[in-house]
């Protein structure tokens, strides 16, 4: 960047954190060998994980990590969207709940009792939501963690004005062009692939281990097909399967409702 | 921003810290000269990690269990698969340790070369952000990213990707990698040594606050190794006791004037754990070429004055890339990834050396393999009271500065502790105080 440009001609971005474990943003930091260079790109205007300098908005790109779980956070969320020209939601938390919306299956005055000694002064909602539960969303990017290049292309889509290309298929399209040997076939490992959107790179199995749904749903799932086989080829019992559906996306459909019809089939 | 609440009295309040890990606060109330409150607040949401992982299958705990904390993954997922191994009685196989130390090493030098040069070193020169001294220091932020690169290196190899890696378990790994895929991390590591021993001798010359605290350190101790996964709890005062007995000599306490669980020794004793606790409690198992550097550049142990943990975690990093160096050298691929278990019914206590200090994880399974109760406690919130005394003691000396530069101070204190406040806040019974 040229020193004399005025900082105001570069694109505005805010970093914001709700509920969640800091893994998305911080990906940003991962990028140890774009991070100056999109320093230079992009005004760093709101990013306290990294930063002390804090420009006021308005703010052109907005990320947001972390789900809504709390009354403040409420507030806070629908604060950023006036804030931002384009908001988008990046990973699990963001786009599903993430893993602490496991609450909203439970009662969380108990939750909060087993875990707090006085739960009378935890602020919490009952359920921990996903960000376009509560405010307009204009791209989601999923994954627990995002994955770091993805989070790039969002980037440099948007500040060219194009529709991001992220892919919505499923794991094993991937998994095949690496030409990984199907772990449910080779070792007898049950995989969440086909029923998973495709984005890390099919890392669980390159590592001889079944896919457990860090990007959440893929576009139209077959998720009775699948389970039906972890039944018949594995002797899966079905509160099994409503763990393995109940994970870092648990809450995003058609996982939530797939999970909740074998949850109820299996008490009858 | 500080205020004047009524006459010859002072407030500073920060209602978000920047350049920390997760969603903090601090307020102080001055009565003249006099400290009259100090509360650091941690207003991070609770996520509910205990409750939850009840009833979860054992195997699926140290991928939930990483999700707590984005920057320090690895130090879940070590410290709830051994607690796993103890309660199923599973032996690990020698170069599997060696691989779970390798990992961890990759952790400690991502985690501590992001905290050193890009969170904590701003403040030593003046800088509001890493991005800002990037300007300026140009090489020294480059290199800093390119050592963090190799840390992370490690991680990406045994793990799949540097944050939630996938390839932890219990009983071992997923799947262990063969020598050749090791070798090129160790020459990207061997390639960031020279910067980073330069790289101390420049963190050395900087200028250090005078703020010297007589700390109680708590570290793990091993008696052959520089402790990461394993060994017992040792304080600097003399008390030794096993992790099992974690819960039997460490309390917490709900603290009226701050409304948070501070943890304490059951003597009553705050105590500090991390890099600092770390290197005074081990230092006599370093290397002689680490000491030597030390020695060269003036950094003596004991050290009871925290600006200094940015050496600590300098000295820690030179640590795990000269041992990550060793363990890919002797390497040799084990037959099996993992011990082969069966769950049964039991009681499993783990305890590691997360970057920021020991990370105690405590389950209760059944015969299933199902977890019935789970207890975390993450180095942040141990270290909470130290935080606050140390704030304590330092604003007294801050008074006759102009109020944003105390501020400013005050923030630099508590970025000495690398507090990680996601990980904090999903046990910590705090009130949470909103204006």
Known sequence: MNATQPSSSRPRLAVYKFSSCDGCQLQLLELEDELLALAGEIEIAYFLEARRQVLPGPYDIGLV????STPAEEQLIRQARKDCKVLVAIGACATSGGIQALRNWADVAEFAACVYARPEYIATLDVA????GYVYVDFELRGCPVNKYQLVEVLTALLMGRRPQIPTYSLCLECKRAGIPCVMVNRKTPC???????????????????CYGCFGPMET????SLCTQFEEKFGMSRAEIVRRLRGFNGYLEPFKTA?????????? | MSKAAEPNQRVIEVHNLARVEGEGALYLRMQGRDVAEVKFSIFEPPRFFEAFLRGRDCREVPDITARICGI???AYQMS????????????????????????YCGEWIESHVLHMFLLHLPDFLNYESAISMASEHRDLVAGALQLKKAGNEIVRILGGREVHPINACIGGFHRVPTRSELEPVAEMLAGCRDFLVQALRFLATLKYPDLEMNYDFIALRHPEEVALNEGYLTTSRGLEFSITQFSDQIEEIHQRHSNALHARLKNGAIYLVGPLARVNINWDLYPQPIKELAREIGFQIPCHNQFKSILARGFETLYALDHSLELISRYERPERPATPFQPRAGIGHGCTEAPRGILYHRYEIDSEGLVRSATIVPPTAQNQPQIEADLAAYAPKLLD????EMTRQCEFLIRNYDPCISCSAHFLRLKIERD
């Open chain 2, 401 to 404: 500065m102009p109020e944003d």
């Open chain 1, 65 to 68: 990590e972390g789900s809504i």
């Open chain 1, 221 to 224: 799932p077959n998720i009775s």
């Open chain 2, 72 to 74: 320090c993954p690895v």
């Open chain 1, 192 to 210: 969440l692939g086909p029923i998973t959107q495709a984005g890390c790179g099919a890392l669980c199995p390159q590592f001889h281990r079944g």
């Open chain 1, 259 to 268: 999970s909740d019809n074998y949850e109820q089939s299996s008490r009858t």
């Open chain 2, 80 to 103: 709830s698969c051994h607690a796993m191994e103890m309660a199923f009685g599973i032996k690990i196989e020698k170069t599997i340790r060696d691989l779970r130390r390798l990992l």
């Open chain 1, 129 to 132: 939501s996903p960000v376009a």
